[in-house]
């Protein structure tokens, strides 16, 4: 798996949650992650001002990356 293309695929859903896209973001989600978003989407930033991908850690054929959203009123950061 390739680092690049995985921080470019972050970025895009980052862009999405942002701009409040949740169909598209949430095409990128598995199953075990799409069971917990809505327990993340309660605490994320109301509205979203900033969105960017912090870090990437690609190992084999997994891959994490974290997100930082950042609003009026706090940050949050997204595995």
């Known amino acids: 798996m390739d680092e690049a293309r995985v921080r470019e695929h972050a970025e895009g859903h980052a862009r999405a949650i942002a ?3 949740l169909r598209r973001a ?3 989600l598995t199953e075990e992650a799409k069971k917990s ?3 993340v989407m309660a605490e994320m930033p109301r509205p ?3 969105a960017r991908v912090s870090d990437v ?3 084999g054929e997994n891959a994490v990356a974290t997100i930082v959203y ?3 009123d706090k940050v ?3 595995e």
């Open 26 to 28: 949430s095409s990128d």
């Open 48 to 50: 979203i001002t900033g």
């Open 37 to 39: 978003a809505p327990a």
């Open 70 to 72: 950042s609003g009026d």
């Open 76 to 78: 949050i950061t997204v």
């Open 19 to 21: 701009d409040g896209d």
């Open 57 to 59: 850690v690609v190992s």
